[in-house]
């Protein structure tokens, strides 16, 4: 026997035959590739599968018994002669039945008898109100078709018979049948985790999880095998983010001692609130990773209205304080101005260093954006370069080659899930030779297992309550289907609150400036609200009396900031916009939300819409506006949009009825996954262990050159096209 490698080609194990599909349907290469790709299910020996559950238009691989079998006759047109069609009818335990059909193999009827079970597959349609497989593949499983091929009478001794993802051109028993012939060579493998790993957590080798996987004898060996490579899935991408973090710290940064009676101690001693202990705490920290000398890298996430801006800004003076400069970078130009803006004002003359009225000693705050007049950007610029401004705060354009800074100290990115890795990476090329402190802050909370895995080179604090005398938001479904009038109720709500001098939102899913570019394709469906078309309709009917103005991201950026500066003075009473204010803006006196087509929303980005009112003296209202039907679930979801409070909750909720993939922000591509078994969200005890191991590993051994499987395993998943996402945060 010549021993294999998991990077053996399978075209040397099994053969240029048997291995070209593999490769060209599955893009299966080697042993590794073909040993992971893990059965989809097992179908048990005796259990036949439910017909009546078969999804029409899949690939299915059903075991079934034969019952009828009919030879029928039928005219080629074609070819002008009289040929054969043989009709099989299997069903399954509940005698549901299914009716497979083969042209022109009239031998068939000598395989195919009635009483033999088999598996059969193929793509479910439908002939004559039954479902059809047509010209399936099969495979008996009966004794008296196996005959002397000892590979089938080792997988006819089978109980579990393993099921895999599979193509019409490549079935499951074909991908089993290799599968079995590359176990029966395989001796043992070199196991990324260790002996002394696998003993601490009672983990079987990965050689004995491979033959348990594809051949189990019963469900112990398929959990004892799914435990396994679950905890290697979860120790392998550790491995990696644990390395991550190990490299920056070897990084260097400049350290930024806080200066006693320094600008943000002054600012403090101005604040016309005490600062909540979650934000003193996380203060603590920040203020004491800066005078470090590697980069702080910190995940800063926090409720809608948590106030994560104030600590922020505390983090930032103390970079001023100590001379460095800061950049708050945003995700939208509205977004930026509106920091800018509220940085000021919380700074007051502490802002204006150098001018008229200003604070001895005080700094600059400068706002950068793309849409800004040449002569403001002017002034930004060179304010940057001098150092004269020690906060600098902008869109991407603070990104640009052009933009260069005095002394840039840290680095605060806003909402952090709308910035990609380049940008980061771009803006922390600025600061020379030293590395930047790297705050990031995100309102959308992230379970912490997903900020482990998604974000583990981030470490992570929270701000865990909102601060004193927040008001509470009740939100409530509108559901425009079962009760139409509560849309004019909708309406009036809006029209008594701003009688009594407060603002409202509506926000629909679509701007509607461009009917034919944003058609909806899921034709025959009334068209989403447009916030064109609903602003002119209100205005014309039901708001006539109160002024009402449009945003949305496609207006000129002089546009939008005008409506949002008259939005938060007070002079504009409804703002009718798409999502464009979704984060961070900030208007208390805001009190009403209402959001047109809810059910087009995830249930994390509703949390954020309904967190723009109630920050101010008075209650806020929510009103998530439906045509969905009660108990279906796009409602439920809604429901419970409305229920809880609990920001964490719902993000929770939104990524369960997501796929994983998605959370992971991995390829589409079909590709094989990296994560396969292990799920951010249901798996947190075993990515918390392996994350001690991973990081207890690295320290003893950063380079892995004790652990060669564990380093090829690491290397196998930074190369994969999946290890982008690793970049990610
Ligand atoms: P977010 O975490 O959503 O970014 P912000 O930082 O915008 O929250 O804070 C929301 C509002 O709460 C702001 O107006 C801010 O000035 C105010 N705020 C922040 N911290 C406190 C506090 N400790 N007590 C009272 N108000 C606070
Ligand atoms: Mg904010």
Avoid at 374 to 387: C, K, Q, V
């Amino acid at each position: 026997m010549t021993t294999i490698a998991l990077d053996s080609r399978l075209d040397s194990v099994l053969g240029g035959r048997s291995a070209k599909p593999l490769a060209t349907h599955l893009d299966i290469r080697t042993v590794e590739d073909l040993l992971r790709h893990y059965p989809r299910r097992y179908a048990m020996r005796g259990e036949l599968t439910p017909i009546a559950e078969l999804q029409e238009d899949e690939p299915v691989t059903v075991m079934a018994k034969v019952v009828e079998v009919n030879t029928r006759d039928w005219f080629d047109k074609r070819q002008r002669r009289k040929r054969v069609r043989v009709e099989v009818i299997v069903a399954d335990d509940e005698g549901d039945r299914l009716l497979l059909t083969f042209f022109n193999q009239p031998r068939l009827t000598y395989v195919l008898k009635p009483g033999k079970v088999g598996l059969f597959a193929g793509k479910v349609g439908w002939f004559r109100r039954q479902r059809q497989l047509l010209h399936p593949d099969f495979d008996l499983l009966d004794e008296d078709d196996i005959g002397d091929d000892a590979d089938r009478m080792q997988r006819f001794n089978r109980r579990m018979i393993a099921v895999y993802a599979a193509t019409t051109k490549l079935v499951s028993w074909r991908i089993a049948r290799c599968v079995d012939h590359v176990l029966d060579q395989v001796d043992s493998l070199d196991d990324p985790v260790s002996d002394d790993l696998r003993d601490k957590h009672g983990l079987i080798t990965l050689s004995q999880a491979f033959e348990w996987i594809h051949r189990p004898r019963d469900q112990s060996d398929v959990e004892a095998a799914l435990q396994r490579l679950r905890f290697e899935e979860a120790y392998v991408l550790q491995t990696i983010l644990a390395r991550h973090r190990l490299a920056t710290e070897d990084l260097a940064a400049t350290p930024r001692e806080p200066v006693d009676g320094g600008l943000r101690d002054r600012f403090e001693g101005r604040l016309p609130f005490e600062l909540t202990a979650g934000q003193q705490d996380v203060g603590g920290v920040l203020s004491e990773e800066l005078a470090r000398s590697h980069p702080m890298h910190r995940l800063l996430q926090g409720d809608v209205g948590s106030g994560k801006t104030v600590v922020a800004l505390r983090a930032m003076l103390q970079v001023v304080d100590a001379g460095g400069q800061s950049a708050l970078l945003a995700p939208t130009e509205v977004l930026a101005a509106q920091h800018h803006r509220s940085i000021l004002a919380l700074l007051g003359d502490l802002a204006q260093g150098g001018m008229l009225g200003g604070a001895e000693d005080g700094t600059r705050v400068r706002l950068l954006t793309g849409s800004l007049g040449a002569a403001a950007r002017r002034e930004s610029l060179s304010d940057a370069a001098s150092g004269g401004a020690g906060i600098l705060v902008g869109t991407h354009a603070l990104l640009e080659e052009r933009v260069q800074f005095a002394d840039l100290g840290m680095v605060v990115v806003d909402e952090q899930h709308r910035f990609g890795v380049e940008q980061r990476a771009a803006l922390s090329g600025k600061a020379g030779e030293a590395r930047p402190h790297v705050l990031v802050m995100t309102a959308t909370p992230i379970p912490r297992t997903v900020a482990m895995t998604v974000f583990g080179d981030l470490e992570t604090s929270t701000l865990t309550e909102l601060p004193a005398g927040r008001q509470p938001i009740q939100t409530t479904v509108v559901p425009t289907r079962d009760r139409p009038a509560w849309l004019d109720r909708t309406w009036a709500r809006i029209v008594e609150e701003v009688r009594d001098g407060r603002q409202a939102y509506v926000v629909c899913p679509r701007i509607g400036d461009r009917p034919d570019a944003e058609a909806d394709p899921d034709s025959g469906r009334r068209p989403s609200y447009s916030a064109v078309e609903l602003s002119e309709e209100l205005r014309a009917g039901p708001l006539a009396d109160v002024r009402v103005e449009l945003l949305h991201g496609r207006m000129t950026p002089d546009a939008k900031d005008d409506v949002m500066t008259r939005f938060a003075a007070g002079d504009v009473d409804v703002l009718v916009s798409t999502t464009v204010i979704e984060v961070g803006v900030d208007v208390p006196n805001a009190t009403v939300m209402v959001v047109m087509d809810a059910e087009r929303f995830g249930l994390s980005q509703l949390h954020q819409l309904r967190g723009r009112v109630g920050r101010g003296d008075h209650p806020g209202l929510c009103l998530l506006v439906t045509d969905s039907e009660a108990g279906t679930p796009v409602r439920e979801r809604l429901d419970a949009v409305a229920k809880t409070s609990d920001g964490f909750a719902l993000s929770k909720l939104d990524l369960e009825t997501r796929h994983e993939g998605d959370v992971l922000g991995a390829s589409q591509s079909g590709r094989r996954s990296s994560l396969q078994l292990l799920s951010v969200l249901k798996h947190e005890k075993v990515i918390v262990a392996a994350r001690t191991d991973a990081e207890a590993t690295v320290r003893a051994d950063p380079e892995l050159s004790s652990q060669p499987a564990l380093a090829a395993a690491v290397r196998r998943l930074e190369e994969s096209d999946q290890a982008d996402y690793l970049e990610k945060a």
